[in-house]
């Protein structure tokens, strides 16, 4: 069965950094297309960036040119290096792979930016 767990999660001082992990089992790891979302209290759950089989990025509007997503295929993990973080940027952090009509997620980490 498809897991995914992610890891890397805590509290940050604005303008500092963090760096998620998410290691992921029972999938070809190399062709799939993962992503991550978060979902900060009271509100809907958004993407974040994801990165396609070949290494192409996509990134939000509000994550672009602070966060960068990166995977190594060999250790079927996925990263979200997250540089100057706001505190706006406090939300869970899922791990998200769609395998033909299924969806799966981790159980996310939480990222605290707060002075």
């Keep these: 069965q498809v897991q995914l767990v992610e ?8 303008g500092g950094s963090l760096r ?3 290691a992921a089992s029972g999938i070809i790891f190399s062709i799939r297309t993962m992503r991550w979302y978060r979902q900060a209290p009271g509100k809907q759950r958004e993407l974040v960036a994801n990165i396609g089989p ?14 960068t997503v990166s ?5 079927n993990t996925v990263y979200l290096q997250m540089n ?7 939300a869970t952090y ?11 997620w981790g159980k996310g980490t939480l990222v605290t930016v707060s002075s």
């Design 7 to 14: 890891s890397g999660g805590g509290l940050v001082q604005p």
């Design 20 to 22: 998620l992990s998410c």
């Design 54 to 67: 070949g290494g192409s990025t996509v990134y939000a509007d509000p994550v672009k040119g602070r966060f």
């Design 71 to 75: 995977k190594d295929n060999a250790k």
């Design 84 to 90: 100057s973080l706001k505190p706006e940027d406090t």
């Design 94 to 104: 899922y791990c998200n792979v769609k395998v033909l009509s299924n969806d799966y």
